[in-house]
């Protein structure tokens, strides 16, 4: 009866990742996991006035709507960067001729080069919070920047990485890949 109980607003409670754990629970006595139909149809949700729903579903679709619109204009603006990259440092450049005040060069020309070293798991001690441990992981799979740290060292292993403890401000480069 959708006087009472708006399809929109089922969805979107079929949608919440507690209602996968609620029917996984119920759907554990079954060889294949299936949930029965009769288990399906006693499990208990809570259901607003119709005006409540309305309103609910209508700020969920308008939330939708704002994030399909950035991921919009995310994709505009890395294909916009992409092109501006591209022109400066691909299309436009004459190794031989460059514009005024450039220059080729080395990384290590620009600063110091220092590769990294994972403490090994055997030594627990190494860990702890006296130091944030950038890994490649911390990186995630679309991220540029690595914002923090998942990991951390303890004074021990900051001792043991003597000479790969880097300053503040760092660029750090990997080439190991992340998720």
């Known amino acids: 009866d959708k ?21 996984s629970y119920y759907a554990v006595g079954g060889v294949r996991g299936s949930l029965t139909w ?19 579903v209508s700020e969920y679709e308008t939330l939708t709507n704002r994030i399909r619109l950035n991921n919009q204009m995310i994709q505009h603006l890395e294909a916009t960067a992409q092109a501006l990259y591209r022109k400066t440092f691909v299309d436009n450049i004459d190794k031989e001729n460059l514009p005024e005040g450039w ?19 055997d030594n627990p001690e190494d860990f702890g919070n006296d ?4 890994t490649p992981g911390d990186f995630g799979k679309y991220r540029k920047f690595a914002i923090g740290a998942e990991r951390g060292l303890s004074e021990i292993g900051v001792k043991r990485l003597k000479g790969k403890v880097l300053p503040k401000g ?10």
């Open 3 to 23: 006087t009472v109980l708006m399809p929109q607003y089922l969805m979107m409670w079929f949608s919440r990742s507690e209602f996968d754990r609620e029917a």
């Open 103 to 121: 220059r080729m060069g080395t990384i290590g020309e620009f600063g110091v080069v220092i590769t990294g070293k994972t403490p090994s798991s």
């Open 131 to 134: 130091m944030p441990f950038i």
């Open 38 to 56: 009769e288990d399906f149809c006693n499990m208990k949700l809570p259901i607003p006035s119709i005006t409540r729903q309305r309103e609910i």
């Open 170 to 179: 760092s660029v750090i480069v990997t080439c190991i890949g992340s998720d």
